[in-house]
T-cell receptor, first 113, second 112 residues
Framework: DTGVSQDPRHKITKRGQNVTFRCDPI?????LYWYRQTLGQGPEFLTY????????KSRLLSDRFSAERPKGSFSTLEIQRTEQGDSAMYLC???????????FGSGTRLTVV | DAKTTQPNSMESNEEEPVHLPCNHS???????IHWYRQLPSQGPEYVIH???SNVNNRMASLAIAEDRKSSTLILHRATLRDAAVYYC?????????????FGKGTHLIIQP
């Protein structure tokens, strides 16, 4: 297992377009998390899955954002009608439970122009 | 979530020990103290966590105050590769929200 994989690494899109990011967690991890990080700030929690169930969503996750984890394995994060304020690094992490640390991916850097 | 206070930045010399402090005076009895670090252009990396006792692993040691209102991450012999932002994060294990709340962390600079 090579850890948490995120695709793409970089995405440049025009304002108003839709984008989708993919995260492949460590295979035996049942928990998957999405975070967003802007320059100079720590990561901000967006949402969390346990297996295929989305158990928690931050208030940061507006109705333009949707995340899925259809079979409890990989996950996708979609942003509709992107805005310049959506420009950030989107990080995915996975974990095998509350008593364990998270493993983060290297992130997808989104630039909205 | 419990609030944390960390210095914005610290500087140390290569091959010397580094002590990174964190205040978490509002921590609850069920919160573990997690430390993560983030190297430039990478996602955060788990370092260590503990509840009450001091903890050691191959990366670092974690010293937790008896009243649990503060903790110190100890890098025994810093290398240039330890230059990163270090985050101290209380995390509730039982019930409730599971997302980690990151602050701004401490930017550790290592001088050769």
């Amino acid at each position: 297992d090579t850890g948490v994989s995120q695709d793409p690494r970089h995405k440049i899109t025009k304002r108003g377009q839709n984008v989708t990011f993919r995260c492949d967690p460590i295979s035996e991890h049942n928990r998957l998390y999405w975070y967003r990080q802007t320059l100079g700030q720590g990561p901000e929690f967006l949402t969390y899955f346990q297996n295929e169930a989305q158990l928690e969503k931050s208030r940061l996750l507006s109705d333009r954002f949707s995340a899925e984890r259809p079979k409890g394995s990989f996950s996708t994060l979609e942003i509709q009608r992107t805005e310049q304020g959506d420009s950030a690094m989107y990080l995915c992490a996975s974990s095998s439970g509350r008593g364990h640390g998270y493993t983060f991916g290297s992130g997808t850097r989104l630039t909205v122009v | 979530d419990a609030k944390t206070t960390q210095p914005n930045s610290m500087e140390s010399n290569e091959e010397e020990p580094v002590h990174l402090p964190c205040n978490h005076s509002t921590i609850s009895g069920t919160d573990y103290i997690h430390w993560y670090r983030q190297l430039p252009s990478q996602g955060p990396e788990y370092v260590i966590h503990g509840l009450t006792s001091n903890v050691n692993n191959r990366m670092a040691s974690l010293a937790i105050a008896e009243d649990r209102k503060s903790s110190t991450l100890i890098l025994h012999r810093a290398t240039l590769r330890d230059a990163a932002v270090y985050y101290c994060i209380p995390r509730t294990i039982g019930g409730g929200a599971d997302g980690l709340t990151f602050g701004k962390g401490t930017h550790l600079i290592i001088q050769p």
